[in-house]
C-alpha cells in the first residue's frame, strides 16, 4: 500500500533501493508505505554489508523515521500499523530470529531436532496455505547463533488483514520477517526460483537444508544467480563451481575465472607477507668508499649506453649478498625515478623468468642464488642491456612468450661459495672482462645491525665444505678492494 508523494522520503528509500539491488533484492516503490521500508531496512541490516554500507542504511532509515515528525505527522504505534495492514502474496521468504537458547546452541544434534521441528511445522503450514513448493536452511549467523529461512510459494493468494494475520506463520511463539515476492508478469515465475534456490543453496554457514521444490529437478538453475552469490561472499568457490558444473553453460569461463583469482589472491598473500617485513631487518648498509658498487649505481642514469656491466655480489652465506644487491637497486630506482625492482630466484634453472619484468616499473632485476658463474656468459646478450627486444619462454606455439629488454636497466647476480665454476671469474675472457662484470667478493658482512638486533642474531660467514670432482674458489682477485673503510 503505497503512501503520499514526499519527495524527501522518496530520496530516502532511492539510497535503500540502491543498495538492495547491489545484493540480490528487490527494489520497493520510492513512495511505498512505512511498513515495506521498514521491512526492507530490517532485510538489509541482516546482510553482511560493509560497515559503511551499514552506516549508510542506518542514516538512510533514519532520516526517513525523522521526516514523520514534520507537518503534524507523528509516527504511530507499530500495533496500529499491523492491525490495518493488508498482507497480499502468493510467495513468501520468512526469515526466523531468537535469543532461544536451542538457537545459540552449539551441538549439531541439538540444532538438527531443532530444524526438523521446523520442517515438520513447514509442513503443516504447507498445507493449511496450499503451498506448492517448500524450502528451508538453517544458517549460522554469527560465530553464537543460528536463524532459519523457508520459502513457500502458494496455490492461491494469501491474503488477511489485521494484527493476527500472520499467526500461522509464527513458530514455537517466533514470529517472523516476512519478505513476499513483489515481481509480476513474466518475472513472477523466475523470482520464485530464485526465491528457492537462495534458501536451499549451501551458502556459508548452511548447517541443513530442506525442500520439496528442488533444484534442477523442479526448475532450472541461472549461472547469473550463482555469480551474484559469489559476489556476495554467500558461496564459497568450491560450492560456486560444483554448483556451475551442473548449470554447464558458461562453465568454462567461470572456471578460469576462479582459477585466476586462486592464483592471484594465493600470489598477493605471499605480497602481503613479503610487505609486512622490513627489506633489510635492522641492517644499514655502508657504500661510501665501496668504488666498484658506486661505479655501478654511477652507471645507471637513464642516460643511453650500448653496453652496461653485470655486477656479481659473491660471498659466504649470511654476509647480506640479496639485501646489499637490493639496496644498490633501490638506489638506482630512485636515480631513475621508479618504484622498485624485480627479484628473481635462479638456483639450478637455466632459465630466467622475466614474465614479471616490467621497465615502467622495475630498474632492474637480481638474479638471486645463481649457482653456475657461466650462466652470466650464456645470457649475457639480454643481460648487458643491449637495445634490443627478446623473447623468453619460447616454445612451438609461442602462447607464453613474452618481450622484454634490460636497455637502460640493471642487472645484479648473487652467487654463493657453493656455485659452480666460480673460477672463471678470474679466468674466462668474458667474465674476467670488468666492462661486462663487475665482480664483488664479499669477505665479510655487507652491513652492520642495530644493537638490538645485532644481540639477538649476531651476523656470521659459514665456511662451505669441498665437493668432489669441484674446484673450490678461495681467494678475490686481487685488484678487489674491501668494502669497509
Known amino acids: ?19 538492495a539491488l547491489a545484493h540480490g533484492k528487490a527494489a520497493i516503490r520510492e513512495n511505498a508505505g512505512r511498513p515495506l521500508v521498514r521491512d526492507l531496512v530490517a532485510e538489509l541490516l541482516r546482510l553482511e554489508l560493509t560497515a559503511a554500507q551499514r552506516d549508510k542504511v542506518s542514516q538512510l532509515s533514519a532520516s526517513y523515521e525523522a521526516s514523520f515528525g514534520e507537518a503534524g505527522e507523528g509516527p504511530q504505534p507499530e500495533a496500529n500499523e499491523d492491525a490495518g495492514r493488508a498482507w497480499k502474496f502468493s510467495a513468501v521468504q520468512l526469515t526466523y530470529n531468537s535469543s532461544s537458547e536451542e538457537f545459540g546452541a552449539q551441538d549439531l544434534d541439538v540444532l538438527r531436532r531443532l530444524f526438523d521441528r521446523f520442517v515438520v511445522f513447514l509442513g503443516g503450514l504447507s498445507e493449511t496455505l496450499g503451498a506448492q513448493g517448500v524450502s528451508a536452511t538453517m544458517e549460522r549467523a554469527s560465530p553464537l547463533q543460528v536463524h532459519l529461512h523457508a520459502y513457500l510459494h502458494l496455490k492461491k493468494p494469501f491474503q488477511r488483514r489485521g494484527a493476527d494475520a500472520l499467526r500461522p506463520f509464527a513458530f514455537e511463539g517466533i514470529r517472523p520477517h516476512l519478505e513476499p515476492n513483489r515481481a509480476s508478469g513474466k518475472a513472477f515465475a523466475g523470482a520464485i526460483r530464485l526465491g528457492h534456490f537462495y534458501v536451499v543453496a549451501d551458502k556459508v554457514g548452511s548447517l541443513f537444508n530442506y525442500t520439496t521444490y528442488p533444484p534442477f529437478q523442479a526448475y532450472a538453475v541461472e549461472g547469473w544467480w550463482l555469480d551474484n552469490l559469489l559476489k556476495g561472499g554467500k558461496l564459497t568457490r568450491q560450492t560456486y563451481l560444483t554448483l556451475a558444473a551442473q548449470v554447464t553453460v558458461g562453465f568454462q569461463k567461470r572456471l578460469g575465472d576462479c582459477k585466476a583469482a586462486e592464483r592471484y589472491l594465493r600470489e598477493e598473500a605471499v605480497r602481503e607477507a613479503v610487505r609486512a617485513h622490513p ?15 658506486q661505479d655501478f649505481i654511477g652507471r645507471h642514469d637513464g642516460s643511453p ?13 649470511r654476509l647480506g649478498k640479496s639485501m646489499l644487491a637490493a639496496n644498490i637497486l633501490d638506489r638506482i630506482a630512485c636515480r631513475l625515478g621508479l618504484p622498485g625492482f624485480l627479484e628473481v630466484t635462479v ?7 622475466l614474465a614479471e619484468f616490467d621497465r615502467r616499473e622495475h630498474a632492474g632485476v637480481i638474479l638471486d642464488g645463481v649457482s653456475d658463474a657461466y650462466f652470466l656468459k650464456r645470457h649475457r646478450e639480454a643481460l648487458q642491456g643491449r637495445p634490443k627486444a627478446l623473447k623468453s619462454a619460447k616454445s612451438a606455439t609461442n602462447v607464453y612468450a613474452y618481450t622484454y629488454s634490460f636497455c637502460g636497466r640493471a642487472v645484479v647476480a648473487t652467487l654463493d661459495l657453493s656455485a659452480e665454476n666460480l ?7 668474458w667474465l674476467r672482462n670488468r666492462d661486462n662484470v663487475i665482480y664483488l667478493k664479499l669477505q665479510e658482512p655487507a652491513y652492520i645491525l642495530d644493537n638490538a638486533v645485532a644481540a639477538a642474531a649476531p651476523a656470521v660467514s659459514s665456511p662451505v665444505p669441498a665437493r668432489e670432482n669441484k674446484r673450490r674458489w678461495i681467494a678475490s682477485p686481487g685488484n678487489d678492494e674491501n668494502i669497509f673503510h
Not at 2 to 15: I, L, S, T, Y
Not at 423 to 429: G, L, P, R
Open 347 to 353: 638456483e639450478e634453472s637455466e632459465q630466467m623468468d
Open 423 to 429: 673460477e672463471a671469474f678470474d679466468e674466462d675472457h
Open 1 to 19: 500500500m503505497g503512501g503520499g508523494r514526499n519527495p524527501h522520503r522518496e530520496e530516502q528509500v532511492k539510497g535503500l533501493n540502491v543498495v
Open 279 to 293: 627489506p633489510n631487518f635492522g641492517k644499514t648498509f655502508f657504500l661510501s668508499g665501496h668504488t666498484m658498487s
Open 305 to 317: 649506453q650500448f653496453r652496461r656491466p653485470v655486477l656479481a655480489i659473491v660471498g659466504g652465506t
